[in-house]
């Protein structure tokens, strides 16, 4: 083999090898696109139903938040060991998110949460059944409190 061939397959294995690695190193990082830890597949009734009818008022100094919750046979049938709580504050600049942050553990069978009536403005509430080995449901849809 002359040394010109030699180099062309030196050449040819290199790049072959240098796409092989950048393939691997590109299927190492790609994911589900979310922002969380993995989950582990759930069978259908082997979760928790999400709590339903959130409302708030204002009532004496307090902000009271209700929600219902009811344990669906079929696709939830896991019963929520207690309700997680979130609350968020709208971001100082226009058209920046929001990031909604836990504020209490209210234990089942309790569907109420309580707080002072806090400063002035718009608060957005939404609460979140969690069971037994962190099993979480959807959120509920949001509130928004608006405190004159």
Known sequence: MTPFLGRIKWAKTSVIIGVCLCL??????IGCGKKAPPRAPQKP???VASPTDPAA???NGQLILTWTHEIDPDDAALAPQYFDV?????????????????????????????????EPGVRYFRV???????V?????????????
Do not use: I, K
């Not at 691997?24 to 990082?29: S, Y």
């Not at 709208?90 to 002072?116: I, K, L, T, W």
């Not at 979480?136 to 004159?148: A, F, G, L």
């Open 128 to 134: 979140q059944a969690v069971g037994d080995h962190d």
């Open 86 to 118: 979130s609350m968020a504050v709208p971001a100082a600049c226009e058209g920046c998110p929001f990031v909604f942050e836990s504020v209490a553990r209210v234990p089942v069978p309790d569907m109420v949460f309580q707080m002072p009536v806090p």
């Open 57 to 59: 008022t204002l009532d």
């Open 24 to 29: 691997l190193v590109m299927a190492a990082g």
């Open 45 to 47: 009734g082997q979760n």
């Open 136 to 148: 979480r449901s959807q959120y509920s849809r949001t509130v928004v409190v608006e405190v004159p």
